[in-house]
């Protein structure tokens, strides 16, 4: 398995995440065949996210009569905690009846470990080959296979901003360069706010260098750090870090402590302006009733659409086949799509959906997907594998307290080095 040694270091304190996931274990069922349970392993425990999944489990309820979903819920943002449980329950040969994985190089680490089924005979029952845009069915097809059903399109390079206090700090525009974007947070901070930008933990700081190496090197060049055509030497990387470090002059002190809910919440509290986050974030603020928020494309990243989706598979050895597929088909189905996409902040990744349907922020994400130019995310899984994803994360993790510039490009060169095109 390619991320055999994250996987290794993760199994490392996976006992105590196994205890604390809600229904950490699958054996609850009588096991076996002829199981009715399904069920299904995810990181979306709480606000937004479980708000989404609440609407999904509702369809399935319909459309699925005399299945059980069982809720493999286990909390942490994009999956931190979630991916070393279910590594561990798949090195164990124990895994769910199904779970989340982002489309692109995450869902191929599973797919050359051998772990996930084919379903493209269930993509032509279910006419899903029709119902999503061939880039899509191109980024999940493997040797002429497809592996799982995406439930939606996510957007990552979104800034969220608090607009009572950008407001009171005299800002009128939403910032669209990296110096206007500089000039936005020291207005703030000279209103005595001291870090305007909300940050968390290691992801979240990739996700934040990510969207800066987009504005400095375009689209292709960034897509090219992944797919090997550009060099992570490359200057553009170097200003990168230097402006990213200035970003973090404007964040809070104890970022490394704190999941992205965290950071959202000191930007509802008005201790905070701005937040980058993917769009999970307007469902979640949606769930929490706040309604003061604003939103912009990362300044710089003009009419890029950094993009990820969660899919769902069948891994092999799951209990429960046809409560699975009945399971997928609804991830799937239109009305799967809608009751999900319309409370998760994402899109539909059919393009059958009637955007009148769906919350103001999804409307406009919907016109931006179709125009816009898709990016992929490392943060996420849609770029880069998950091995590569764990040396990204640390190198950026190590950077927020050792500020070595040198030190976070080399890091990220022999990342590369070792993850690319493996
Ligand atoms: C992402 C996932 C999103 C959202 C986010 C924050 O990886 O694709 O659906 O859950 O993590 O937890």
Known sequence: MRFTRRAAVAVVGVAALLAASACGGSDDDGGGTGSTKVEVFTWWADGGEKAG???LVGTFGTACAGQEFVNGAVAGGAGANAKQVLASRLQQSDPPDTFQAHAGAELLDYINAGQIEDISADY???GLKQAFPQGLIDNLTVDGKIYSVPANIHRANVVWSNKTVVADAGITADPKT???FFAALDKVKAKGITAPLAIGKDWTQL?????????NLGAEKFTGLWNGSTDWNDPGVAKSITDFKRLLTYTNSDRDALDWTDAEKLV?????AYQLMGDWEAADLDAKKFTDYGYFTFPGNGGTFQWLADSF?????AKNVDGTKCW????????GQKAFNTTKGSIPARTDAVPADYPKYQQAAIADWKSQTPVPSCAHGSACSQGWQGAANSALGAYSSNGDDAGLQKALVAAATEFAKK
């Open 268 to 272: 509802m509290e008005g201790k905070a």
């Open 53 to 55: 999944l609440d609407g």
């Open 207 to 215: 996700m934040l260098f990510e969207s800066v190496l987009i504005t």
């Open 328 to 335: 997928l088909k609804t991830v799937g189905s239109a009305e």
């Open 124 to 126: 032509e029952t279910w």
């Open 178 to 180: 990296m110096d206007e």
């Open 313 to 317: 598979v069948l891994p092999k050895g």
